[in-house]
């Protein structure tokens, strides 16, 4: 699985941006899939994340109410909507897919993830 992340930049505090992660090898629909993100000398963590078929969704408690993980199996593209953000929310953003069949607590680890995106910058400032 190959992973395209775009859509990062720059924004000001309380705008909204979307991610977008381009899949190629399999369908986004096939695998389980995630966004995490990674702040200047901070460790990775888990955003949110999509199960495969029905697509269930799991959002990180920081992001919760904010951030919305969605796919578009026609375009076999993963969304990360991002809205009300904060200078906290700056960091590299990073798509992940894995063929494994991810028990629920799984989907937020990441060891648990086999193909990750290059990463997209967001900045969040004034």
């Known amino acids: 699985v190959q992973l395209q992340a775009s859509g990062g930049g720059l924004v000001q505090p309380g705008g909204s941006l979307r991610l977008s992660c381009a899949a190629s090898?399999?369908?986004?629909?096939?695998?389980?899939m995630g966004w995490f993100r990674q702040a200047p000398g901070n460790e990775r963590e888990f955003v949110a994340g999509?199960?495969?078929?029905?697509?269930?969704?799991y959002n990180a408690g920081l992001v919760k109410g904010r951030f919305t993980i969605s796919r578009d199996n026609a375009k076999n593209t993963l969304y990360l909507q991002m809205n009300s953000l904060t200078p906290e929310d700056t960091a590299v953003y990073y798509c992940?897919?894995?063929?494994?069949?991810?028990?629920?607590?799984?989907?937020?680890?990441?060891?648990?993830?086999?193909?990750w995106g290059q990463g997209t910058l967001v900045t969040v400032s004034s």
């Open positions: 992940a897919a894995t063929t494994a069949n991810l028990i629920t607590s799984s989907m937020r680890t990441i060891g648990a993830y086999d193909y």
């Open positions: 090898g399999r369908t986004v629909g096939s695998v389980d």
């Open positions: 999509i199960r495969r078929g029905r697509g269930s969704t």
